[in-house]
């Protein structure tokens, strides 16, 4: 995987939107396009939960990722990216857990977030997925504190502002070797450094979405990423999607 050289816009709707309407248009985006905006007017997560940020102060941005991964591969491709993301962010001095699927965690506050998203446009060099990440970057303490669930900053957690485009470098550094070793061998290849870094491994939890929320004991997580829980009744299931609580 090599990126390439990030293409940043003043404002945008959404980083991933626009990538995912250019290569509906039929743009001929290369594999490892990187576009940035300093500010986003209708940012995303799962769930179409809306992701602020202030303008010019936040990290937004999304990559092109062609991969000959069948479907079921896919779904761990967004832990592989917090690895490579929470790798990158340990370098400013403290230290980031990992939240199933696809969250980023500092000292129980989320830092940042990954929304991976299928294009349905046919590519020889397979499935276009569009991956959108968005880091709190100059967040200060008052607005961290304003929000409905617990945030925290780089700023926040290191005491001074940071240029929002030399993060990027950073990570743009980082995340290659970890998309590299998903490449190679999918979940298995990176489930020690997973558990090493994932929050609420054998606790007691709540995960799933609307009617299908189960509780129980997180025990592990299977090949294809999905976690395996030891539901109250005493029986193992395996979850595919939803938050953990």
Not at 15 to 38: C, Q, R, S, Y
Not at 180 to 186: K, Q, S, V
């Amino acid at each position: 995987m090599k990126f390439l050289e990030p293409e940043w816009h003043d404002k945008l709707s959404s980083t991933n939107t626009v990538l995912l309407d250019w290569l509906k248009d039929g743009e001929d985006i290369p594999a490892g396009f990187v576009l940035a905006a300093l500010e986003q007017t209708a940012g995303h997560g799962r769930s179409n939960h809306h992701w602020l940020s202030q303008p010019g102060e936040d990290l937004t941005f999304s990559f092109l990722l062609p991969t000959h991964h069948d479907f079921s591969g896919l779904a761990s491709l967004s832990m592989a990216i917090s690895l490579g993301i929470a790798s990158a962010l340990d370098t400013y001095g403290f230290t980031t857990q990992t939240k199933w699927p696809n969250d980023l965690l500092v000292r129980g506050r989320k830092i940042g977030g990954i929304l991976s998203e299928e294009s349905n446009v046919k590519r020889p060099d397979g499935h276009a997925i569009v991956v959108g990440i968005g880091i709190n970057v100059n967040m200060n303490e008052p607005q961290a504190s304003s929000m409905k669930k617990p945030a925290t900053s780089i700023r926040v957690e290191t005491g001074k502002k940071h240029a929002i485009k030399d993060v990027l470098t950073i990570i743009l550094e980082v995340l290659p070797q970890w998309i590299n070793h998903w490449e190679a061998g999918g979940f298995p290849a990176i489930r020690d450094e997973w558990l090493a870094r994932c929050c609420f491994v054998g606790e007691h939890i709540t995960v799933g979405e609307g009617k299908e929320q189960k509780s129980g004991i997180l025990t592990g997580f299977g090949d294809q990423g999905q976690i395996i829980l030891r539901c109250d009744d005493g029986s193992l299931s395996d979850v595919w999607a939803g938050d953990v609580e």
